[in-house]
C-alpha cells in the first residue's frame, strides 16, 4: 500500500496546553522552526520565527514556563500575530 504524499502545509501543528496565567498552549512546527504560542490574556496566536527545537523542549519542560517566555523567547525572535481573520501583524522584527 502506498501512502499519499503530505504537503508541508499540510502538516498540523500539535499543541501542549499549559496551566498558568500567561500561556494557554503552545506548539512548534520543526520543519519552519516556528513557535506558535497562544496567550491566555490575548487574541490571536503569536508565532516566534527562528526558534531552535532545543528552546521549544526546554520551554514545556520548565516548572515555569510563563518566566522562560518572558527571558528566552520575547524579544529574541521574529514575532508575529495571526489573528483570527487570518491577518498578520508584526509586532517584533530583529
Not at 503552545?26 to 491566555?40: C, F, M, N, R
Not at 523542549?57 to 481573520?85: A, N, W
Request: glycine share 6%; charged share 25%.
Amino acid at each position: 500500500m502506498v501512502l499519499p504524499a503530505i504537503r508541508r502545509e499540510e502538516w498540523a501543528i500539535y499543541y501542549v496546553y499549559f496551566y498558568n496565567d500567561l500561556i494557554k498552549k503552545a506548539g512548534y512546527d520543526p520543519q519552519k522552526a516556528l513557535l506558535h504560542v497562544v496567550l491566555s490574556t490575548c487574541e490571536g496566536t503569536r508565532q516566534y520565527e527562528g526558534v531552535p527545537e532545543e528552546v521549544w523542549y526546554i520551554l514545556r519542560s520548565k516548572h515555569t514556563p510563563e518566566q522562560y517566555f518572558r527571558r528566552h523567547i520575547c524579544g529574541k525572535y521574529r514575532e508575529t500575530v495571526l489573528h483570527k481573520d487570518g491577518s498578520l501583524t508584526v509586532v517584533h522584527d530583529i
